[in-house]
């Protein structure tokens, strides 16, 4: 599934890794980590005009054409004011300004938000959730966005069109041979109706993806109840090491078909907001398309695992 060339520069040990599949390559150095880029998580601090809070939403927020929010929970769904998709929805996931940890109702209300802004629009859809402002968020109350358009996110639209080639001459689903070949590795993490692992050419630090039975938006409530479990337990293993900060993004197919793609979602953890603006992804990430990761993906699976 993956290649290796490991190297010894000096005392520092580097490893590049490239998915074969894909193409996507990585350079993974664990002597990085005595950079100590990460800080302690300090909570964000109140904010009276934060337009999340439940004092300012309703009337800080757009509405659908219908002139409505869809409310689920203390959850809270709209249009995003500054789209940069043909869809995009903001779900306010907690009335809470400062999320820190979630309870599973909190995140299944905001994917259930989520999935019913789906309802009747066509496309490639994703859900998505920058996590603190070192992760992206311009805001820091708890929010995950929905997009959907014409064209799949590049990400998922590389696994599409591998995805359906490697069928076509295997006879076989990638995914299905994915979950067999990490199951048998040290990346494997737990399965619960959903497939968690380290994933082996990371594109952000300890990324941990997710393999759904499933490839379309539609499907997923059927899933979203072990897809919150199992995210807890990665956001919490998260929190064990002292990061709060996460990427996370999930995509689906346009339509139900037979090109064998699984939707599948990628974590990575990024470092807690700092007041140096130290940030973890630089030149390598943004213009090599080269991740520089820091923790081996053989090494988090089996301290996840060590974990209990």
């Known amino acids: 599934m993956f290649s290796v060339t490991r190297l010894t520069i000096g005392e520092s040990r580097l490893e590049l890794r490239e998915e074969l599949l894909t193409g996507y390559r990585c350079k993974i150095a664990p002597s990085r980590l005595n950079r100590r880029l990460d800080t302690l998580y300090r909570p964000p601090s109140p904010a009276p005009d934060c337009p999340f809070c439940r004092e300012n939403i309703f009337s800080a927020t757009p509405t659908f054409a219908g002139g409505g929010r869809i409310c689920v929970g203390e959850s809270v769904t709209f249009p995003n004011m500054f789209p940069y998709a043909e869809w995009h929805t903001v779900t306010v996931v907690t009335a809470r300004h400062d999320g820190g940890t979630f309870s599973r109702s909190e995140i299944l209300d905001a994917l259930t938000g989520q999935i019913r802004a789906f309802e009747g629009i066509e496309g490639y859809k994703s859900i998505n959730w920058n996590y603190l402002s070192s992760a992206g968020a311009s ?123 699984s939707s599948f979602c990628s974590i990575i953890s990024r470092i807690n907001p700092n007041a ?33």
Request: hydrophobic share 35%.
């Open 139 to 261: 805001i820091a109350h708890p929010h995950i966005q929905g997009l959907a358009g014409q064209r799949a996110p590049a990400l998922a639209e590389h696994y599409l069109l591998q995805g359906a080639r490697y069928m076509t001459r295997t006879g076989r689903s990638y995914w299905d041979d994915l979950a067999d070949y990490e199951g048998n590795s040290p990346r494997f993490m737990f399965k619960n109706e959903l497939f968690w692992y380290a994933h082996h050419v990371p594109l952000g630090e300890r990324e941990v993806r997710c393999i759904l039975p499933i490839s379309t938006c539609e499907e997923f409530s059927s899933y979203t109840g072990p897809f919150v479990d199992g995210l807890l337990r990665v956001l919490s293993f998260y929190r064990d090491l002292g990061t709060y900060a996460f990427n996370m993004a999930l995509f689906f197919d346009k339509s139900k078909n037979r090109n064998g793609f």
């Open 276 to 308: 140096t603006s130290t940030s973890d992804t630089a030149f390598m990430e943004r213009l090599h398309f080269e991740p520089v990761i820091l923790t081996l993906p053989e090494k988090f699976g089996q301290d996840f695992k060590d974990r209990g």
